[in-house]
């Protein structure tokens, strides 16, 4: 598979897609964007707006070289020459199937073609490709631009080299590759999120708490821990001196009372429009993006404290930090 990645096409820019552009354009890499939407320049536009800013918050210094930001009028001139290619179109299958396969019909074989699908299956996904060994899940989270994990997962006929080739170049971009080894829908992390989503929709809907109060009840707690000592470093600890094993003979038996709810709730209109108003008077006026802001302004705090700290993400940013400099001798 191709090592040596200089421009990417970005199919979709949307959240997920503008903010691949951003973090590839700070590493020195070209991309390339085939986006249908008329309004594409301006929304990619602002998002890398808001990117540069949390950006030079990071990194003080820009880049040696910033890659270039171009647009193409249909996804076989956008992957005409490019690298690798990042697709990051709206989560449907047949959708996603249709946009690989006109990518492989005109990537030479080496170029990898990753899916931010953020919970549909590679081996269906690759389905309708002529080389589907070259297409591999990257499935990111946003911002993109800042936070680094990216899952990697390969399907039923994906190359043995291609996980490790695309983990290769995520982590020459400051990601934190981790290799979801079995195929499953929702990978490893969606899980664990849509878990959390579940219960709290049902929490909304019965009107035990509103999307305020359960915010809080993340943000002011567990929210804080995890941002370095994931689920089992923590409850090690809760066990005290006697560890994990204490704990789960404590608080074990627990998991079994009906607390929660496995069933997903019916996304009724009331729901909808209760989740959506209450969302939106948490938000007391502030749009989107300055919203977007507040939220990078705090990232990027937390990843510099990581950093100092020499821990969890922090240990990303020590690598993208140290990759930018090398490039810079260089350029
Ligand atoms: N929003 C999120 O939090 C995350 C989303 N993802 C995944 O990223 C992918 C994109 O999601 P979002 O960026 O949130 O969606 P979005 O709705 O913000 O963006 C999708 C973009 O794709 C464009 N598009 C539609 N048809 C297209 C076509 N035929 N060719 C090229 N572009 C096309 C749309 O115009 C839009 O700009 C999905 O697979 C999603 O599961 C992954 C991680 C997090
Ligand atoms: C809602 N979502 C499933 C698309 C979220 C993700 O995939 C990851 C994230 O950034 O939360």
Not at 88 to 96: F, V, Y
Not at 151 to 161: D, L, N, Q, R
Not at 281 to 299: I, K, P, W
């Amino acid at each position: 598979m191709r090592r040596d990645i200089r421009r990417v096409a970005l199919l979709g820019a949307g959240v997920i897609g503008a903010g691949w552009a951003a973090r590839l354009v700070e590493s020195g890499i070209d991309v390339v964007v085939a986006d249908p939407d008329p309004e594409v320049h301006r929304k990619t536009g602002a998002v890398l707006q808001n990117a540069e800013r949390a950006l030079r918050a990071l990194f003080p210094e820009p880049p040696a070289r910033r890659g270039s930001v171009d647009y193409a009028a249909s996804v076989e001139a956008a992957v005409d020459g490019a690298d690798f290619v990042q697709e990051s179109a709206p989560e449907r299958e047949d959708l996603k199937r249709a946009l690989l396969a006109r990518a492989d019909a005109v990537a030479p074989a080496d170029v990898i073609l990753a899916t931010s699908t953020s919970g549909l299956l590679p081996s269906r996904l690759q389905a309708d490709c002529r080389h589907p060994g070259r297409v591999v899940v990257g499935h990111p989270f946003n911002p993109v631009y800042l936070l680094p994990l990216v899952e990697v997962c390969g399907g039923a006929a994906t190359a043995p080299e291609t996980v490790p080739a695309a983990s290769a170049f995520y982590a020459s971009i400051g990601m934190h590759p981790l290799h979801v080894r079995t195929e499953i829908d929702g990978f490893v992390a969606d899980r664990l999120l849509e878990a959390l989503w579940r219960e709290a929709l049902h929490l909304v809907n019965d009107g035990v708490a509103t999307t305020d109060e359960i915010d809080r009840a993340i943000c002011h707690g567990a929210g804080l821990r995890w941002a370095f000592m994931g689920t089992f470093g923590i409850y090690r600890l809760a066990g005290g001196e006697a560890g994990m094993r204490h704990f789960m003979a404590q608080f074990g038996p627990a998991l079994k009372l009906p607390w929660t709810r496995l069933e997903a709730p019916e996304l009724t209109e009331a729901l909808v429009d209760r989740v959506s108003e209450q969302a939106e008077a948490q938000a007391a006026g502030r749009s989107v993006r300055d919203m977007e802001r507040s939220r990078d302004d705090a990232l990027v705090a937390i990843l510099r404290a990581l950093e100092a700290q020499g821990i969890g993400a922090g240990a990303d940013l020590a690598r993208w930090r140290q990759g930018r400099e090398i490039m810079s001798k260089f350029d």
